[in-house]
């Protein structure tokens, strides 16, 4: 993806490699660079127009810098707010599937288990692998968010990663001694990566709990029952 | 609310020329930006509102060291408020800037506003957070890293949703070419 933006100089030896033998990939690198290169053009605005400029000045004209006291002020209001939201949550009877989206059934709901579970371990490792202070669960829950919100929907194939496999050219190596990198249990699994999935499914395993624990979390963030969730 | 004497002060002349630097230089793209998470007629309001709460936060923003990520994200969370008043707003795809290509023929020119206003729909079309990482990579100019931490997301989903985007715009673009 960074090559297709233009972040990249140029493909690296394995992605050469990977181009070679998938016409997909081949026709995304080859073609990529354009779109994106119309997309800026498409998307861009231009400079701002007199009408804006004159309102900004304006506005500007009118405004007057904040001291740090009106900050600290504001600090106060928002933390007695917060408190006195933090009172109604403990004190009310929580009441989360009255609304929000549609429920999905305790077959999707297991389903989710199931890829969250094999998606928390890939995760897990991947990171490690590549020294990243990332939180497994967080960056699995971000993407089960986007696919509740139909924004990719691989996360819901059984073979997709967290990260998609365009995204394993772009990932540097893990820097030696880099705070926080540790040494991968299935390195060598994930260094080849195409049957990263495959072999991941043992950690899966161990990771099970874990997993199901994050799908709960998400489920619960968006208002839906969870007891459908296999324990 | 009163403002007591002391408690404010007004911009200074070095103020106002800092500030008007990042108005000419900052700008645009941030106009870009709130033109793809907010209606039209909101952008430009966003925009305006964005530089009036920088200069009321003058000394954050410097001390942020990257006055450009700091407007790009009080520009989010003003688009997320006003989103928060009023979801039912849709993006439009049609776009004020038409401007003419020099050297090029009508039919030229034809063609090529065909194509940007194509492009637009396609990307008016992606749900918002893809949306939101395909005018930041290609119009604002953020690198990957930058947009992850803007947006409060993983290195690798901002990546994925990029990707994703790609994909579903050459999906749509192909499709528009046939049809």
């Known amino acids: 993806m ?25 026709e995304l690198v080859e073609s990529g660079p354009e779109l994106v290169a119309d997309l800026r053009t498409a998307l861009a605005a231009g400079p701002l127009s007199a009408d ?15 001291s740090g006291r009106a900050w600290r002020a504001a600090v106060r209001v928002i933390g007695v707010a917060a408190a006195a939201g933090l009172l109604a949550a403990i004190t009310l009877p929580w009441e989360g599937t009255s609304s929000g989206p549609a429920r999905p059934n305790a077959r ?36 089960i968010d986007d696919w509740s919100r139909g924004v990719d929907p691989r996360i819901g194939a059984r073979s997709a990663l967290p990260w998609g496999p365009e995204d394993d050219w772009d990932v540097p190596a893990p820097a030696k001694g880099a705070p926080g990198a540790r040494k991968p249990t299935a390195a060598p699994a994930i260094a080849g990566r195409p049957n990263a ?3 991941l499914e043992g950690h899966a395993g161990v990771e099970r709990s874990v997993g199901i624990h994050v799908c709960s979390i998400v489920a619960a963030g968006r208002g839906l029952a969870v007891q459908g969730v296999r324990s | 609310m009163r403002v007591r004497p002391g408690l404010r002060g007004r911009l200074d002349a070095a103020d106002r020329t800092e500030l008007e630097g990042w108005v000419t230089q900052f700008g645009p793209r941030l106009l ?19 530089f009036c709460r920088a200069a009321q936060n003058l000394a954050a923003m410097r001390s942020s060291g990257r006055p450009d990520l700091y407007l790009l994200t009080t520009a989010r969370n003003l688009c997320r408020d006003r989103f928060r008043r009023r979801p039912a707003q849709t993006v ?34 992606l749900p918002e957070p893809l949306r939101e990482v395909v005018v930041l990579r290609t119009t604002v100019g953020l690198k990957f890293e930058e947009i992850a931490g803007l947006l409060h997301v993983p290195l690798g989903t901002a990546l994925s949703r990029m990707h994703t985007a790609i994909g579903r715009l050459r999906q749509k673009l192909d499709y528009v070419r046939e049809s």
């Open chain 1, 2 to 26: 960074r090559l297709t933006c233009g972040e990249s100089a140029g493909p690296s030896a394995a992605l050469r490699a990977h181009l070679t033998v998938c016409p997909d990939c081949r």
């Open chain 1, 52 to 66: 804006l400029k004159a309102e900004i000045h304006t506005r500007l004209d009118l405004t007057e810098r904040s």
């Open chain 1, 108 to 143: 999707e709901l297991n389903s989710l288990s199931d890829e969250c579970a094999l998606a928390l371990a890939a995760t897990h490792v991947l990171l490690a692998w590549d020294g990243l202070p990332f939180d497994a669960a967080d960056v699995v829950a971000d993407r």
């Open chain 1, 197 to 199: 999935v495959r072999a």
């Open chain 2, 32 to 50: 870009a930006y709130a033109r793809q998470l907010t209606a039209p007629q909101d952008a430009e309001d966003i925009v305006a509102e964005t």
């Open chain 2, 92 to 125: 439009s795809a049609e776009r004020i800037d038409q401007s003419p290509h020099p050297g090029a023929g009508p039919a030229v020119c034809a063609a090529r506003q065909e194509h940007q206003r194509a492009l637009r729909d396609a990307v008016a079309a």
